[in-house]
T-cell receptor
Framework: GAVVSQHPSWVICKSGTSVKIECRSL??????MFWYRQFPKQSLMLMAT?????????EQGVEKDKFLINHASLTLSTLTVTSAHPEDSSFYIC???????????FGPGTRLTVT | GQNIDQPTEMTATEGAIVQINCTYQ??????LFWYQQHAGEAPTFLSY??LDGLEEKGRFSSFLSRSKGYSYLLLKELQMKDSASYLC??????????WGAGTKLIIKP
């Protein structure tokens, strides 16, 4: 149980365009979802935390107007990278957590390449 | 501040045993997770310790000492597929996982 999917698994886009990444909890209700970014050979960096129906809480240094997060339902969260630039190229991973559990269930990740 | 300290890289031989140490300093403590992450993939759950002591799960065991701010992950009977990064992640007072940089484990035949 506790499966999280992400779509797309990889995407290439041109600089200046926007990209939307979907994160779905398939067999549980994710009351909280997390979005991470990971550059090669570096640790996971938490970008934002979102609770269903509420605005996301962004970590320091993450531009909320650039990385739009929507958590409209208990099974779906989306991350939109607006006006993408090559430096936004990274591995984006979402995770879901339900109720008061601490464990996070991770999606398979989305590799974004901005040319 | 919050800090996680793990070795950057370790090498071990197939069939052997390896121990990956993690020391941490967090604002509050609500347990500690170990995750495995293969290159290019998302992390997968290995263990969660909230009380002191050793928890064994198959070839993997995890130990916690809250007073020392210390945990380790013990991998036995190493297999080539165990080559991965191992992430230590304590949970702070806000119930957030604090991620270390991880330990890259290289298994040699």
């Amino acid at each position: 149980g506790a499966v999280v999917s992400q779509h797309p698994s990889w995407v290439i886009c041109k600089s200046g365009t926007s990209v939307k990444i979907e994160c779905r909890s398939l067999d549980f209700q994710a009351t909280t979802m997390f979005w991470y970014r990971q550059f090669p050979k570096q640790s996971l960096m938490l970008m934002a935390t979102s609770n269903e129906g509420s605005k996301a809480t962004y970590e320091q240094g993450v531009e909320k107007d650039k990385f739009l997060i929507n958590h409209a339902s208990l099974t779906l969260s989306t991350l939109t990278v607006t006006s993408a630039h090559p430096e936004d190229s990274s591995f984006y991973i979402c995770s879901g957590r339900y109720n008061s559990e601490y464990e996070q269930y991770f999606g398979p990740g989305t590799r974004l390449t901005v040319t | 501040g919050q800090n996680i300290d793990q070795p950057t890289e370790m090498t071990a031989t197939e069939g052997a045993i390896v121990q990956i140490n993690c020391t941490y300093q967090t604002s509050g403590f609500n347990g500690l997770f170990w995750y495995q992450q293969h290159a290019g993939e998302a992390p997968t759950f290995l263990s969660y310790n909230v009380l002191d002591g050793l928890e064994e799960k198959g070839r993997f065991s995890s130990f916690l000492s809250r007073s020392k701010g210390y945990s380790y992950l013990l991998l036995k009977e190493l297999q080539m597929k165990d080559s991965a990064s191992y992430l230590c992640a304590p949970v702070d007072s806000n119930y957030q996982l604090i991620w270390g940089a991880g330990t890259k484990l290289i298994i040699k035949p």
